[in-house]
């Protein structure tokens, strides 16, 4: 609790205490006797001041900025209304609940806030760069790409790099929701945010703090609670017309009643006055719209902070708001549902040897930095003499053009070879198959071999239990490596051997063929991926092992490749829609009950404190029940 809610707390202690007084006074009749009736109302006004005097001035500024029709407003009006009337004690007790209310509301988005501002812990304080021997802490904005920085056992890691010296476990929970520690030594890739476990390492940076992990995910979190769904952009629209309405509708109760009636001769305006001045007054505290306007973003903001809790990022409500709407996911195959870990599996040599075929193509992808081409040259195992390779260009979608040893040669796919005219044979295995042509003629085949993800089949499986319809795959490889896939993992739909733009004009296809308010997600983690996952309505992205673009292109981040996650995702957008829905639908349902009967006096000052505070304070503790979320 802050010091603000602890001293709130304080004051609404005080309030209550003498407010109790004031009504066992009332009852006993020791109030009655005070003389004149102006001083009963000077000892209510010490409790009233005590718990109002921030809304009285609240609503005093906003008046004063023009910003006239908010809850402070209305409350102010409506005790000062009742103050009028006589209703001294129901006026103060009206603030004080209030006040109960927007403590209990203050208290909620703390929780909120600390689901997510935990990713906030993130930030590295300093850097430990050796200098002369000395080990000197600096900040990490200053630390340049290719500097060794050392990282203590405990400290965080500041930057992104690769392991040079050392081994040790890295606690990764912060970033990936993972309790599990894992292993770095010498060669393996470190992502900054994590923390160093017991042993000591040298890494060497990658990347300038303002393009790493944790600045990244930093500036995400930030920027997440600026992107509004749907339904709070409609509360925010409901509340901007809403109250001024209700002022207007408050004002009608106190002044058309009495005059009708007194026209009609059921009275004299004077005496009818104070009861509609009192009803109007009960009209106003009804129609505080508080329960809306904060267990709406409340619930959205839960949401996040239980999906952060797991190691997925939303970027925004309205993009978790959109994943509850999802029926259809797409994914990318190399590194979403497959490893990306190629190994050579198979080599088919014609006219020449394994050995001669295997080094021709590994001189050809020399110098590509795709998966394929470096498991090539890690079955290749020796040193490349890349001053035998000249004038290489890659073919988008169709593979390399090179000359090696002053001979032309093209390695790549089926559509390479058809596109050159080069009769080749087809090869019928279900991995990745790299052609090889010489001089216009076919060399050979090289079959690469992807693994598929320990838990995709299990994550596909889950997103069917929570509802998603349809899922699909798009890869460039071959129909037969994408179908081999497909049958493992249970997928509905493939599209294979596509090029990077089909990627987007397939999504197209699929989106046109959604209806309603259904969404479809895409699911990548390369650079070619950034295209269509902001086509997608959904882009889902790998955030350990994914591309920079591709982070900076999705709507929601996996930190840790997980995509079993997504399905618990879908669980939690779901859970948070429905939440905010009954919110809206229990807080609207009470108000309008409740304002009728107050209009036409069958609800008193406190069914009207109910109906804003006690429904606020229900639909509060209704919203965080998505913080709850595993």
């Not at 104070?274 to 719209?289: D, E, H, K, M, Q």
């Not at 399905?567 to 609207?588: C, E, H, P, W």
Request: negative net charge.
């Amino acid at each position: 609790m802050t010091t603000k809610q602890k001293k709130m707390v304080w004051r609404i202690a005080a309030a209550f205490l003498m407010l109790v007084f004031i009504m066992a006074a009332e009852y006993t009749g020791l109030l009655g006797r005070i003389r004149p009736q102006f001083l009963l109302a000077v000892i209510c006004l010490v409790p009233y001041l005590v718990i109002g005097y921030d809304i009285l001035y609240k609503a005093a500024r906003n008046i004063r900025n023009g910003q006239i029709f908010d809850e402070n407003f209305l409350m102010m009006i409506a005790t000062f209304g009742a103050f009028g009337v006589g209703e001294y004690s129901e006026a103060v007790a009206v603030m004080l609940f209030y006040q109960v209310g927007e403590l209990f509301q203050g208290y909620a988005v703390g929780k909120s806030r600390q689901s997510i501002s935990a990713m906030m812990d993130i930030c590295p304080e300093y850097a430990n760069v050796e200098m002369d021997g000395v080990l000197t802490q600096v900040d990490p904005d200053e630390v340049e790409v290719g500097t060794v920085i050392v990282i203590k056992p405990g400290e965080r890691i500041p930057l992104d790099g690769v392991v040079v010296e050392g081994e040790s476990m890295i606690d990764t929970a912060a970033l990936t929701g993972e309790s599990v520690p894992r292993r770095a030594g010498v060669g393996d890739d470190m992502i900054s945010g994590c923390v160093n476990g017991s042993g000591t390492l040298k890494v060497r940076t990658t990347k300038e703090f303002d393009d790493s992990t944790v600045a990244r995910i930093l500036e995400l979190v930030e920027n997440a609670g600026s992107k509004k769904a749907h339904v709070e952009n409609f509360i925010t629209r409901f509340a901007r017309y809403y109250t001024p309405l209700v002022t207007i509708g408050a004002v009608a109760v106190a002044l058309v009643p009495p005059l009708v009636l007194g026209l009609c001769g059921a009275g004299s305006f004077g005496a009818l006055f104070g009861t509609w001045v009192y009803r109007a007054c009960t009209f106003l505290v009804i129609s505080c719209p508080c329960a809306l306007v904060i267990s709406v973003p409340l619930g959205f903001f839960g949401g996040i902070g239980a999906a952060s809790r797991i190691g997925v990022l939303v970027k925004g409500s309205n993009y978790l708001e959109a994943v509850a709407e999802m029926d259809t996911i797409v994914f990318d195959k190399t590194g979403t549902l497959t490893k990306g870990e190629f190994k050579v599996t198979d080599i088919v040599p014609v006219k020449l040897t394994k050995g001669q075929l295997l080094e021709l193509a590994a001189l050809g992808e020399g110098y590509s930095n795709h998966p394929i081409a470096a498991s090539v040259r890690d079955a290749y195992g020796s040193v490349l003499d890349m001053e035998r390779v000249q004038d290489t260009r890659e073919l988008s979608g169709h593979g390399i053009q090179t000359v090696i040893d002053g001979k032309e040669v093209h390695l790549g796919n089926a559509k390479l070879m058809e596109s050159l005219q080069i009769p080749f044979t087809k090869c019928k295995s279900a991995g990745t198959v790299v052609y090889v042509a010489l001089e216009r003629e076919f060399a050979g085949t090289i079959v690469i071999d992807d693994t598929i993800k320990e838990g995709a089949a299990q994550a596909l499986a889950s997103m069917k239990r929570v509802g998603v319809r349809k899922t699909v795959m798009l890869t460039g490889d071959r129909r037969e490596a994408a179908e081999a896939v497909a049958q493992k993992l249970g997928l509905d739909e493939i599209h294979a051997e596509l090029l990077p733009g089909d990627k987007v004009a397939k999504v197209e296809e699929l989106l046109k063929a959604e209806t309603g308010k259904s969404k479809l997600a895409f699911v990548g983690d390369g650079i070619n991926d950034a295209p269509v996952l902001t086509r997608a309505d959904i882009g889902i992205a790998m955030g350990s092992m994914g591309s920079d673009a591709a982070i900076e292109a999705a709507d929601v981040v996996l930190m840790d490749d997980d995509v079993k996650k997504i399905a618990s995702l879908v669980r939690i957008a779901r859970k948070t829609l429905g939440i905010v829905k009954q919110n809206i639908v229990f807080a609207l349902a009470v108000k309008i009950a409740v304002l009728i009967l107050g209009a036409t006096g069958y609800a008193n000052m406190w069914a009207a404190v109910f109906a804003d505070v006690g429904v606020s304070v229900l639909a509060i503790l209704n919203s965080m029940r998505t913080l709850r979320e595993r």
